[in-house]
């Protein structure tokens, strides 16, 4: 499995961004997929994962905020980030496993194998 994200940058607070991560290797019924961000100095958090059930998991600092999908057709995981914040600033990994997590485990670095090599989001104030 190889994931390749993009759709980083640099924007102000309140800007929107959509982060991509195009899957290769996924072609199976059940898998769970997620994005995770570090920011400098912290540790790695789940902010919001899909498995092949369709059922989400999203960190309460992002929702309403954050929406993922996928779009099955084409192997892509999208997370659409809205009224982006500074504190939201980080590097974002896409990641995969090719179990179908139940939902309170979507969001547990551990659970994922495979891992993107990660997009920049910066926000300024």
């Known amino acids: 499995v190889q994931l390749v994200e993009s759709g980083g940058g640099s924007v102000q607070a309140g800007g929107s961004l959509r982060l991509s991560c195009a899957a290769s290797?996924?072609?199976?019924?059940?898998?769970?997929m997620g994005w995770f961000r570090q920011a400098a100095g912290k540790e790695r958090e789940g902010v919001a994962a899909i498995n092949s059930n369709g059922d989400t998991r999203t960190v309460d600092s992002v929702k309403g905020r954050f929406t993922i999908s996928k779009d099955n057709a084409k192997n892509t995981l999208y997370l659409q980030m809205n009224s982006l914040k500074p504190e939201d600033t980080a590097m974002y990994y896409c990641?995969?496993?090719?179990?179908?997590?139940?939902?309170?485990?979507?969001?547990?670095?551990?659970?994922?194998?495979?891992w993107g090599q990660g997009t920049q989001v910066t926000v300024s104030s």
């Open positions: 990641a995969a496993s090719l179990q179908n997590w139940a939902w309170w485990f979507l969001l547990e670095n551990g659970k994922y194998p495979f």
């Open positions: 290797g996924l072609t199976y019924s059940r898998y769970s």
